[in-house]
């Protein structure tokens, strides 16, 4: 298979070509017009003039005009093919650099950017789209390696838990009696909802979940999630407001999924709000028409810093708080990807620690 041209091959050739095709039109021009013109420009300067004459005069002319357009073309020709080799090695060292990058990236060096290249706005924004792919997937292996570690530190408590009730049992100092199975089920429990929430989280940011939409006014979907976490709030000795708007629109939705992401957040605020706190939980019409649910709480708050990271999977504002707590780093994660699977969006405001949070939901409107 014979070998393609480079960019500076095809680039040189591109302009022989345009060079050889205007001299080729160039002497077809000269060949038509100039004979006739200059005999027209002899008998008007000197009259009648012999054939003899004629010829003579016309061959030094066609034969200063060759010359003449030989040399121009030639000095044409050796401009364009140095333009073009200047040309092609200002283009073709960004390009390499741009390959080598890419390489480089490829073998796993996310930290790989690219410089101004000083070419213009399109090479700029070659440039500029490479850097921000680049930036998305470091930050992508970043979340990885955080993911897997922190999966298995998720998985290495309760099986570190199961593994020593087991040997204690292999080994006669523990007997099989009702704590004993009780811890047994608590951690496998554990291990269990860990693999339905990732899996959960999973199916649902890649549009696999299957969703039994219906029309679900809004504060059905309030009542029954503050129904589930009423006795929880009582325990602790925080109370849980309740705000419906009458004009509150209704949704086409998913009535279990929807109540289970608002259950996630009302759990979640029930965790970080002390007694004698306030959560409130409130549906009303948004400015664009679409549901308004937002939990609000009057506890530990959210610092700046981690705002833009509590709906990733895992992610801990305080590790060992949330541990201590039971909380699994997921619920967020899984709420976010529910309310998109939906449609909608989630985010979430503090005005940093000690003020409490809000969290929104907006959901499109039923039709």
Do not use: C, W
Request: hydrophobic share 45%; proline share 5%.
């Amino acid at each position: 298979m014979p070998r393609r041209l480079g960019l500076t091959g095809q680039l040189v050739l591109a302009q022989l070509l345009a060079v050889l095709a205007g001299a080729a039109a160039l002497a077809a021009v000269a060949l038509a017009i100039g004979p006739p013109l200059f005999r027209s420009h002899v008998r008007r300067a000197v009259g009648a003039v012999s054939p003899q004459l004629s010829d003579h005069l016309q061959d030094a002319f066609l034969a200063a005009g060759g010359i003449s357009v030989g040399i121009g073309m030639a000095a044409f020709l050796l401009a364009a093919v140095t333009a073009g080799l200047l040309i092609t090695r200002r283009i073709s060292r960004p390009v390499r650099a741009l390959a080598d990058a890419a390489a480089r990236l490829a073998a796993g060096d996310h930290s790989t950017r690219l410089g101004p290249t000083g070419l213009g706005a399109d090479f700029d924004t070659l440039t500029d789209a490479f850097n921000t792919m680049a930036t998305a997937l470091e930050s992508t292996e970043q979340t990885r390696r955080r993911l897997l570690g922190d999966v298995a530190h998720e998985l290495r408590t309760p099986l570190a838990t199961i593994e020593a009730y087991l040997e204690g049992l292999a080994d006669g100092v523990r007997t099989l009696d009702a704590q004993t199975l009780s811890v047994l089920g608590t951690q496998t429990a554990r291990l269990h909802r860990l693999v339905e929430d990732i899996s959960l989280v999973s199916r649902a940011e890649e549009q696999q979940l299957a969703l039994a939409r219906a029309i679900v006014p809004a504060g059905r979907l309030v009542e029954a999630a503050a129904s589930a976490t009423r006795p929880a709030y009582q325990a602790k000795g925080v109370h849980l407001r309740l705000a419906v708007s009458p004009h509150a629109p209704a949704v086409d939705v998913d009535e279990d999924r929807v109540v289970q992401v608002l259950v996630n957040l009302l759990t979640n605020a029930l965790r970080h709000t002390p007694t004698g706190g306030t959560v409130t939980i409130t549906a009303e019409p948004a400015e664009t028409g679409a549901l308004l649910l937002s939990v609000a709480d009057t506890g530990e708050g959210i610092a700046a810093e981690h705002l833009p990271h509590i709906f990733e999977r895992f992610y801990r504002a305080d590790p060992a708080r949330d541990r201590a707590h039971g909380g699994s780093g997921i619920g967020l994660a899984i709420a976010r990807a529910l309310v998109q699977a939906h449609g909608g969006t989630i985010t979430a405001s503090s005005q940093g620690p000690g003020t409490g949070a809000v969290f929104r939901i907006s959901l499109p409107a039923a039709p």
